[in-house]
C-alpha cells in the first residue's frame, strides 16, 4: 500500500477538501466550500489532510472555543474561533469511501488530539451520530446525550475529550 501522509491544510486544497466534504456528506450537511476558504484563511492550523500519491483523500477540521459544546454558529461562521480557548471543536472528519478501514481517520483523529495537547486545550469537543459514538469512544470520548444541534436536520450527540 502506497504512503499516506497527514499534513497541514494549504490553500489550493481547497477544492479537493470541498469535493471530498460532498462525498462524504449530504447536501443538507456538507459544509459548502466557501467554509473551507474561511476557516483555512482565518485558522489553518486546526486543519489536517491525509494524502496519498499526490491526492487528498481525507480531512479533519475545527477550531477554538470556550464553549463546552459544538453549537451549529460555530459551523457557519470563522467570527465564533476563540485563538486562547479551552476547547478544540471539530467540524468533521471525512474519508472517502475507497480508503475507509484502514484506519486512516484514527490517525486524522489522533493528530489532531496531540495538536489540542500542544496547544493546551482542556478538551476535545465533537458532535456525531448515533452510528458513530462506539468510534468516537474508543478514542476516549465520553458521550453527554443528544445535542441541541439541529445541524442539517439530523439528531446529534455531544461528545468530548478531556485532556
Ligand atoms: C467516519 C469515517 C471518517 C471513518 O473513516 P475510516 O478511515 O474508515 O475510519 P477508521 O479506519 O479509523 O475506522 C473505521 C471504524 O469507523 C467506524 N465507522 C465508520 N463508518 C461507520 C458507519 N457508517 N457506521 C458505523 N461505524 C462506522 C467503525 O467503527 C470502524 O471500526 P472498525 O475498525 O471496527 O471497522 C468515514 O467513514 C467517513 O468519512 N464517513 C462519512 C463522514 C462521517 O460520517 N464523518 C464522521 C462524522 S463528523
Redesign the pocket.
Known amino acids: 500500500m502506497s504512503e499516506i501522509i497527514i499534513r497541514s491544510v494549504i490553500a489550493k486544497d481547497i477544492q479537493h477538501v470541498a469535493e471530498i466534504e460532498a462525498i462524504?456528506?449530504p447536501e443538507t450537511e456538507a459544509a459548502p466550500r466557501k467554509s473551507f476558504e474561511d476557516r483555512i484563511a482565518a485558522f489553518p492550523e486546526y486543519f489536517l489532510v491525509a494524502e496519498t500519491e499526490g491526492r487528498l483523500i481525507?480531512f479533519i477540521n475545527g477550531c477554538v472555543t470556550n464553549s463546552s459544546v459544538v453549537y451549529d454558529e460555530l459551523f457557519y461562521s470563522t467570527e465564533h474561533h476563540v485563538p486562547d480557548g479551552e476547547n478544540l471543536a471539530?467540524f468533521?472528519?471525512?474519508?472517502?469511501p475507497a480508503?475507509?478501514?484502514?484506519?486512516?481517520?484514527?490517525?486524522l483523529?489522533n493528530q489532531f488530539i496531540q495538536l489540542a495537547r500542544n496547544t493546551g486545550r482542556k478538551s476535545v469537543i465533537?458532535t456525531?451520530?448515533d452510528?458513530?459514538v462506539?468510534?468516537y469512544e474508543?478514542f476516549g470520548y465520553v458521550n453527554n446525550g443528544v445535542s441541541e444541534s439541529t445541524h442539517g436536520g439530523a439528531q446529534w450527540f455531544d461528545m468530548t475529550l478531556a485532556l
Open positions: 462524504c456528506f481525507g471539530i468533521g472528519l471525512d474519508v472517502i480508503y475507509r478501514g484502514q484506519g486512516i481517520a484514527a490517525r483523529m465533537l456525531c451520530k452510528r458513530l462506539h468510534y474508543s
